[in-house]
């Protein structure tokens, strides 16, 4: 199976393209849902985090997300162990799934593509980019949220410029319209690149 990982800024837009990659028919896996759902039900996932952050980590069953985000707000170190306990668990799902996948190819969206390794065990990676000061907005409007916030988690993030170099499409989310042309034509190349790859592979 050919995966493409799809990734960018927070409050770049990834949700959007991904949607738009969904109705072209290609099968999306949503690693951020998955891992929240990996946290809520996961016995083991539970146990360590408790250990990590404490007994407040959890409330009624329940994933005490101010709580955590705040700890690691003060302290980034937080956030690597976190994903150290939770990522290798996501990536093992995500392998079953893909297995069950009938597609050409499938999208993988990650907002730590890069940050994490993730990008090596992906064939093609795009990214989503748009404006900071459109971001800051987006997540303004979409979340109970400030500056300070936004910034400290865009600073745990490669900018823009450091994923481009290591990505084989870009698509600027700024204008719908313009969004969907290029999620078309990026879906375009994507078949053709996976055809060129069945072809080299039947001529070895």
């Given at each position: 199976m050919i995966i493409v990982g799809l990734t960018g800024g927070i409050g770049s837009g990834k949700t959007t393209v991904a949607k738009q990659f969904s109705k072209?028919?290609?099968?999306?896996?949503?690693?951020?849902?998955?891992?929240?759902?990996?946290?809520?039900?996961?016995?083991?996932?539970?146990?360590?985090?408790?250990?990590?952050?404490?007994?407040?980590?959890?409330?009624?069953?329940?994933?005490?997300?101010?709580?955590?985000?705040?700890?690691i707000f003060n302290d980034k170190t937080y956030l690597q162990k976190m994903n150290a306990i939770v990522h290798p668990k996501v990536a093992r799902h995500f392998e079953k799934w893909a297995l069950k996948q009938d597609a050409p190819y499938v999208i993988k969206e990650v907002a730590i593509l890069f940050e994490n390794g993730g990008d090596k065990a992906c064939d093609f990676v795009i990214t989503v980019t748009a404006p900071i000061e459109t971001r800051i907005k987006r997540l303004l409007k979409r979340d109970d949220t400030s500056e300070e916030k936004i910034e400290a988690i865009m600073k745990n993030q490669w900018t823009d410029e450091e994923k481009l170099k290591h990505s084989h499409f870009v698509i600027e989310n700024t204008v719908l319209e313009n969004t969907i042309d290029q999620v078309v034509k990026t879906h375009k190349k994507l078949l053709e690149k996976v055809e060129s790859k069945k072809n080299a592979s039947r001529s070895t």
């Open positions: 072209l028919g290609i099968p999306v896996y949503i690693a951020d849902d998955e891992a929240k759902s990996l946290m809520k039900r996961s016995k083991i996932i539970k146990r360590k985090l408790i250990k990590l952050f404490g007994d407040q980590a959890y409330v009624d069953g329940e994933l005490n997300r101010p709580y955590l985000a705040n700890i």
